[in-house]
């Protein structure tokens, strides 16, 4: 009975300890340009906004469209700027993309449901916003 519940209370704790690992997954992802790995982290239909574009799309939809924004801007460089504590199994992660067209924000809330972390909301907006 007692391992039952040490493993009971170990398991949130190790799903806690992935979080980051996932976050540096998402911003090495951007880094790199490659909308094939950012995508990999969406939930099925995501809340994405590119610019002016904003809708709930399918997982493949959305890759498209960050493969369209990745092609019209470069990435030079991507560092993430401020993350939220982890609360109820949410986090949101602001960063700033730097980009040879200019610089962007970027944000993201990812979501753990069991023993995954999915991003729900995905928003790149132009510093003006």
């Known amino acids: 009975m007692k391992n039952k519940f040490l493993l009971l209370l170990l398991i949130p704790i190790s799903m806690l300890a992935f979080t980051p690992d996932i976050i540096d997954g998402i911003s090495a992802a951007i880094r790199s340009g490659n909308p094939k790995n950012i995508s990999k982290y969406f939930i099925e239909n ?55 067209n200019g610089k962007f924000r970027i944000y993201f809330l990812t979501k753990i449901n069991g023993a995954e972390t999915h991003i729900h909301q995905f928003r790149i907006e132009t510093g003006n916003e």
């Open 46 to 100: 995501i809340d994405l906004k590119v610019i002016n574009q904003e809708d709930v799309y399918s997982k493949q939809q959305a890759e498209m469209i960050l493969k369209d924004f990745f092609i019209k801007h470069p990435v030079k460089s991507y560092t993430v700027s401020h993350k939220s504590e982890l609360k109820a199994g949410s986090q949101y992660i602001l960063g700033v993309l730097e980009t040879t």
